[in-house]
């Protein structure tokens, strides 16, 4: 292996080159040298880590990857396709396991106690750098996890109904100073992302939104249809909708336009620094083997090559949102700490 002969060239060529040295004024000692070389050989694998000395075998048998949400959503069906792509680059099986609940932190949840050997995975929501500071987690999202790679992200916006009084966001926003508190939001639920985006947008162009948290996509969308609320947040749930010309999408909270709704500004461009995309990847439990993680991370992020998987992210707007396991691991300690003050933020306001 690799590893194995490089920890063990060095020690070789140093008692060679003494030996060499020593010849000039005695003879060499064949006996002696093969002793010392032989030692350290054997000493060599001792520096290698065990996966290490294994990593022709990997995989040896299926990976399993939990996909924290229910069968037959969005979500749910990208990483299967992330998992059909990934087990061919390993030339292996890669196996979904879905774990709803908990606002997509069982995955993270289940892998306190797997060993880190690169059998168990999980997608790393958003949400788990976000819930540990509104109720007590049984993990630490920047210590307990290691992270792999970050593959896409969610696409979220802002739509009005089709007869709403703006046609555009600084429309909107005129029309909320003008109406202070009076322009309602539906949303998926409080302290979502949903939610906390549309919050932060709020407080940065100085307006007063009224939010109304539904137990879904389905009920937001029936509210708004209904004409019982304005404006919904979400993901692309709006889409085929705003295609229909029943919603209007007044913005992306993405850092730059969907490819999907090219004709539609961000919330950014508009004049608000507002940026949510909502990156997920893959993550294992703490302690795996950096040749490990590179064996992974490359076989992932391969996957974004894939047409199936470009494909399969196309039909549901998501975005490629990559990063290396040393950027992704960044951007958890970022997220982390940004979450925390946003929420106790809105604590502070009464939101939460």
């Not at 140093?14 to 093969?34: F, N």
Request: contains cysteine; aromatic residues 8%.
């Amino acid at each position: 292996m690799t590893t194995s002969s490089s920890a063990k060239r060095p020690a070789v060529s140093g008692l060679c080159a003494s030996s060499s040295s020593s010849s000039s004024s005695a003879p060499a000692q064949p006996g002696r040298r093969r002793l010392l070389v032989g030692a350290a050989a054997l000493a060599a694998p001792a520096l290698v880590s065990p996966w290490a000395r294994a990593q022709d075998k990997f995989p040896a048998r299926p990976i399993t990857l939990i996909a924290p949400w229910p069968t037959g959503g969005s979500s749910d069906a990208v990483m299967r396709a992330f998992a059909e792509s990934a087990g061919r680059a390993l030339g292996g099986t890669v196996l979904i396991e879905n774990k709803p609940g908990a606002g997509g932190t069982m995955g993270a949840a289940a892998m306190l106690q797997a060993k880190p050997d690169g059998y168990t995975l999980t997608q790393l929501p958003l949400g788990i750098y976000r819930l540990p500071h509104m109720q007590k987690m049984s993990f630490d999202p920047v210590k307990d996890i290691t992270h792999i790679v970050c593959l896409t992200g969610y696409t979220f916006g802002l739509a009005a109904a089709a007869d709403a009084p703006y046609k555009t966001l600084k429309e909107m926003v005129a029309y909320a100073k003008a109406n202070p508190g009076k322009v309602q939001y539906g949303h998926t639920g409080t302290g979502t992302t949903p939610h906390l985006a549309i919050e932060e947008f709020a407080a940065k162009a100085g307006i007063q939104l009224s939010d109304i948290p539904y137990k879904g996509s389905a009920e937001i969308l029936q509210a708004i249809l209904g004409g019982h609320i304005p404006l919904m947040s979400g993901t692309t749930e709006f889409a085929p909708h705003v295609k229909s010309g029943k919603l209007r999408l007044l913005a992306t909270l993405g850092r730059e336009r969907n490819k999907a709704f090219a004709d539609v500004p961000t919330v950014k461009e508009s004049g608000w620094d507002t940026v949510t995309e909502s990156p997920f990847g893959i993550g294992g439990p703490k302690g795996m083997d950096p040749a490990l993680v590179k064996l992974l991370h490359d076989a992932f992020r391969k996957t974004l090559e894939d047409p199936k998987v470009v494909e399969t992210l196309d039909k549901f707007y998501m975005p490629t949102i990559y990063m290396s396991a040393a950027d992704y691991s960044a951007y958890a300690e970022r997220t982390f700490a940004a979450e925390k003050a946003t929420i106790d933020r809105l604590k502070a306001a009464g939101k939460i």
